[in-house]
């Protein structure tokens, strides 16, 4: 008998065994269970009745055998194949893959902040180039192991191709247009419209994944645009610099179409996602490292620089990627978009507190009504390709 399954749920197991008095707590115990402590067939119905048709004993009788059952004794509810432990077992690695999600999350707003204080003396695309090259780094090790299994020596041409284009455009545009555009506006404002990305995929789709929108989606869309307006309304005040904008714009649209091809290789399924992630990430962070040195060079690096770099790279970039990738194994993409969009709201919260950004209640408001806009469209689209 394996009692090693769920020990530290034991204690648990008490509280859970007084509940079985009501009808949600023998709602939830498996029939062949209550036909054992009940002695009769549990006949389902949709009021769930409070005990099996053909019980006519003392309540407390089904409760105490149920609660000899849940005992950690009894090897038909603990052990490995036990429905208790199965139970407990579902629910608590659904529970973790939610707080690992969120967690990315977290660690990816935080990287909003730590690129603003950055870029206070690195210039922005040396920067970006130096993130994205480490990150590389630490998953080389890791593509590696895939080439010498031979998944990406059969690659056709084409796909390689569509691989290098997908770094290009994901990697060397998106993240070096992001990173332009912090180093010209607050974050709060760029991550606000950064999320126009889904707007743009969705309608984008109409045309390239032959995907049209729904009502919801429509209704997204223009809940999404209102929000934006509402936060810089009145638009006569708003003094940004226009690198910024045009940079936050060609990244949009260049997140926008790697998002569309991310799907199209991804959707074959002939390329393991290590391998997508961590080739075009390398091909891209040569290339934006490359223009980055070209175009602003290299300043002095301190010991400051080189923390905030190696968290990017390592905690925010590789690490969280790859633990993303591995909540999404259990989720649900509705799931996994609700807890991603929970990013607007960080961001702006972190901005408020780490960089003195200002978080107005008219902000407050646009900054939710993108946000709930963005879900709409989001899930929809999540909900089709997933």
């Known amino acids: 008998m394996a009692l090693g399954v769920h020990r530290t749920g034991y204690v648990v197991l008490g509280a859970y065994v007084e509940l079985l008095a009501s009808n949600e707590a023998l709602a939830i115990i498996p029939p062949p269970r209550l036909n054992d402590a009940c002695g009769g067939p549990w006949g389902a119905r949709d009021d769930g009745p409070p005990l099996p048709a053909s019980f006519d004993g003392d309540r407390s009788v089904c409760v105490e055998r149920l609660g000899m059952m849940l005992s950690p004794t009894h090897d038909s509810c603990l052990t490995s194949g036990g429905w208790l432990a199965d139970m407990l077992r579902n629910r608590s690695s659904h529970l973790r893959a939610i707080l690992q999600a969120l967690l990315v999350t977290f660690l990816w707003s935080t990287s909003w902040v730590l690129i603003k204080i950055g870029l206070q003396d690195l210039p922005p695309l040396t920067f970006a180039g130096l993130r994205y090259i480490l990150a590389f780094l630490c998953l080389l090790p890791l593509l590696l192991r895939s080439v010498s299994r031979g998944g990406l020596s059969r690659l056709a041409r084409g796909r390689w191709l569509e691989l290098v284009?997908?770094?290009?455009?994901?990697?060397?545009?998106?993240?070096?247009?992001?990173?332009?555009?912090?180093?010209?506006?607050?974050?709060?404002?760029?991550?606000?419209?950064?999320?126009?990305?889904?707007?743009?995929?969705?309608?984008?789709?109409?045309?390239?994944?032959?995907?049209?929108?729904?009502?919801?989606?429509?209704?997204?869309?223009?809940?999404?645009?209102?929000?934006?307006?509402?936060?810089?309304?009145?638009?006569?005040?708003?003094?940004?610099?226009?690198?910024?904008?045009?940079?936050?714009?060609?990244?949009?649209?260049?997140?926008?179409?790697?998002?569309?091809?991310g799907r199209r290789i991804n959707r074959r399924g002939d390329i393991d996602p290590l391998s997508v992630t961590a080739v075009s990430m390398g091909i891209g962070a040569v290339v934006l490292l490359t223009t980055g040195l070209a175009a602003q060079g290299l300043p002095p690096l301190s010991a400051r620089?080189?923390?905030?770099?190696?968290?990017?790279?390592?905690?925010?970039?590789?690490?969280?990627?790859?633990?993303?990738?591995?909540?999404?194994?259990?989720?649900?993409?509705?799931?996994?978009?609700?807890?991603?969009?929970?990013?607007?709201?960080?961001?702006?919260?972190?901005?408020?507190?780490?960089?003195?950004?200002?978080?107005?209640?008219?902000?407050?408001?646009?900054?939710?009504?993108?946000?709930?806009?963005?879900?709409?469209?989001?899930?929809?689209?999540?909900?089709?390709?997933?």
């Open 165 to 261: 284009l997908l770094g290009l455009m994901f990697y060397a545009v998106t993240q070096g247009a992001s990173f332009l555009a912090l180093a010209y506006l607050p974050a709060m404002m760029v991550s606000l419209l950064w999320n126009l990305t889904t707007v743009a995929v969705a309608l984008v789709g109409i045309w390239a994944l032959a995907e049209p929108l729904t009502i919801l989606q429509w209704a997204g869309v223009v809940l999404n645009l209102g929000g934006v307006l509402v936060y810089f309304y009145p638009v006569a005040a708003m003094r940004a610099e226009a690198v910024g904008l045009l940079a936050v714009l060609l990244g949009v649209l260049a997140n926008a179409g790697s998002s569309i091809l």
């Open 305 to 386: 620089h080189w923390m905030i770099i190696a968290w990017l790279a390592v905690v925010n970039t590789a690490f969280a990627f790859t633990l993303w990738n591995r909540t999404l194994r259990t989720l649900t993409a509705v799931e996994s978009s609700i807890i991603n969009g929970t990013m607007l709201g960080q961001i702006a919260v972190l901005a408020w507190l780490f960089l003195g950004e200002h978080l107005t209640s008219q902000r407050v408001l646009g900054l939710l009504l993108a946000g709930v806009g963005t879900l709409m469209v989001n899930l929809r689209w999540r909900k089709r390709g997933s």
